[in-house]
C-alpha cells in the first residue's frame, strides 16, 4: 500500500496543468462517444477517466458495465437509464389481469428491473460491475459526461478503464488509446459507420467469446438467437438506432417535473385516458 | 478487551457438506458460500470462498464477478471453462483437470461445463462478499433488462427476447440438453 501511495504521489508531481479537448472520438449509428486519453498525467495524477457522450433522439446507448465505479453527469437532454442489480427482482412490471387467461410464455407480459428517469442537471451514480442501459426518449441531443474511477476500491483491475459491452459489437472507447499510445485523433465508426474500413475482429460484446453452442444451452434458445446474442454481422457500434419507439413499462415522470415544462395536463390526460383504455379491455376493477 | 473480539473469533465453517448447500440444483449440483456474514472474519481480510459441485455435463450459467478476483482450484473431475475479456475475445478456453488453478479476472464474464465425470471445485475470491452476475438464468442481466431493450439491441423479435428471458428458470446452475439425453438413455436401458 505504502509503495502505492508513492507512486501515486510521483504521478502528481508535473509542472502544469492544461485544459483538455477530447482525444478519440467514436461515431456510432445513434451518437457520439468521445474520451480524454486516461495516460494523460491530469488524469493518472487524479486516478481517473473521463468520456462524454451525445446520443440522438430514440437512441440507445447498449447495455455495458466498467470496472470502475462511474458518475454521469446529464449536460442536456432527457432519457430512460435502468441499472441491473444482480439478485433484484424485476419490480417494473406488467400486471397479470392484462394477460386475461393466458399463462403461456407467448402472452407473457414484459417485466424488468427499475428504471430512471434523467434530464438536464441530474448525476447517476453507477456502481463498478453493473450493467446500465441508456435511451434518449427527449426530442434533442442526449449530451453526458461520465467519470470512471478507476483508483476506486472496487477496481482490482489495474489502472486502465475498460467497458464490457453486453450486445452489439462496440468499441472500448479507451482500447484504441491504450494500444496507439493515446495520440488525439478523429476516427470515423468501424464498419458501415467507417465506410466499410478497419477490422471487426478486435471488438465484440461478451457473448462473442463464448463458444455458441455452450450458450445455446446456457440459454435454452435456437442458433439463430444465439448468432444475434454474440453480435455477428452487428455493425451499428455502441448506440443504436431503436426501431419504432422504445415499449417500456415505466410510470410517467413526477407532477414537479411534469409541470417544470408544462406538459402536466397533458400527460395527466394521457394517464386518465390509459386508465379509462384499462377498465374498458379488463372490465373494471373487481370490488372485494 | 481483544478476547472479547479477535481472540474469540471464530476461524472456521464447512463448506465441503452437501446438507450445508446455499445453491442446490438436482439435475446440475450444488454451491456453498462462506463469506463475511457466515464467517465475520473475512471482513478483516477481505477474503472469501465458494465450494462447488457440477453434476455431469452440467453449466455453471455464464457470468461475471462483480467485485472480486476468482481463483479456481479444481478438486475432481474436468470442467471446460470459458474466459472473455472486454472487446470480446477469448481470454481462456479450456479443459481444467484436478489440481490445476485457474485465475479468472474481475469483471471477465466465465462459463464453467462439466466434464463427463462431473466437476468439483473451489474458488476464493478477492472480496468478503463477492457477488457475480449471472448472464443467463432467472436471475440473469438478460431477464433483467425491458424486451424492447433486447429486442432493438440484439436485432431480434419481441418474440425471440421472450424466450431469451425466460426459456431458463433456474438461477445458475443448469442442465445441459446432452446430460438430460445420456440420462434419459441410461433409465430406458435400465428399465
Known sequence: RSQESFRQRNECQFDRLQALEPDNRIQAEAGVIESWNPNHDQFQCAGVA??????????????????????????????????????????????????????????????????????????????????????????????????????????????????????????????????????????????????????????????????????????????????????????????????????????????????????????????????????????????? | GLEETFCSLRLRENIGDPSRADVFTPQAGRVSTVNSFNLPILGHLQLSAERGTLYRSAIYTPHWNVNAHSVIYVLRGRARIQVVDHLGQSFFDGEVRQGQIL?????????????????????????????????????????ALPEAVLANAFQISRDQARRLKYNREETFLLTSSSSRREDESERRAAA
Open chain 2, 103 to 143: 485465475t479468472v479476472p474481475q469483471n471477465h464474464a466465465v462459463v464453467k461445463q462439466a466434464g463427463s465425470e462431473g466437476f468439483e471445485w473451489v474458488s476464493f475470491k478477492t472480496n468478503d462478499n463477492a457477488w457475480i452476475s449471472p448472464l443467463a438464468g432467472r436471475t440473469s442481466v438478460i431477464r
Open chain 1, 50 to 288: 473521463v468520456t462524454r457522450s451525445t446520443i440522438e433522439p430514440n437512441g440507445l446507448h447498449l447495455p455495458s458495465y466498467t470496472n470502475t465505479p462511474q458518475l454521469i453527469y446529464i449536460v442536456k437532454g432527457r432519457a430512460i437509464t435502468g441499472t441491473i442489480f444482480p439478485g433484484c427482482p424485476e419490480t417494473f412490471e406488467e400486471s397479470q389481469r392484462e394477460q386475461g387467461q393466458g399463462r403461456s410464455q407467448g402472452s407473457r407480459k414484459d417485466r424488468h428491473q427499475r428504471l430512471h428517469h434523467l434530464r438536464e442537471g441530474d448525476i447517476l451514480a453507477i456502481p463498478a460491475g453493473v450493467a446500465y442501459w441508456c435511451y434518449n426518449n427527449g426530442d434533442q441531443q442526449l449530451v453526458s459526461v461520465s467519470l470512471l474511477d478507476t483508483s476506486n476500491f472496487n477496481n482490482q483491475l489495474d489502472d486502465n478503464p475498460r467497458r464490457f459491452y453486453l450486445a452489439g459489437n462496440p468499441e472500448d472507447e479507451f482500447e484504441q488509446l491504450r494500444r496507439e499510445g493515446g495520440r488525439g485523433r478523429e476516427r470515423e465508426g468501424r464498419q458501415a459507420w467507417r465506410g466499410g474500413q478497419g477490422s471487426s475482429e478486435d471488438y465484440n460484446n461478451i457473448f462473442r467469446g463464448f463458444n455458441s453452442r455452450l450458450l445455446e444451452e446456457a440459454f435454452n434458445v435456437d442458433q439463430e438467437t444465439v448468432r444475434r446474442l454474440q453480435g455477428q454481422s452487428d455493425n451499428r457500434n455502441s448506440i443504436i438506432r431503436v426501431k419504432g419507439r422504445l415499449d417500456l413499462v415505466s410510470p410517467l415522470r413526477s407532477r414537479q417535473e411534469g409541470q417544470r415544462e408544462g406538459r402536466w395536463e397533458e400527460e395527466r390526460e394521457r394517464e386518465r385516458e390509459e386508465e379509462q383504455r384499462r377498465m374498458r379491455r379488463g372490465g373494471g376493477y373487481d370490488a372485494n
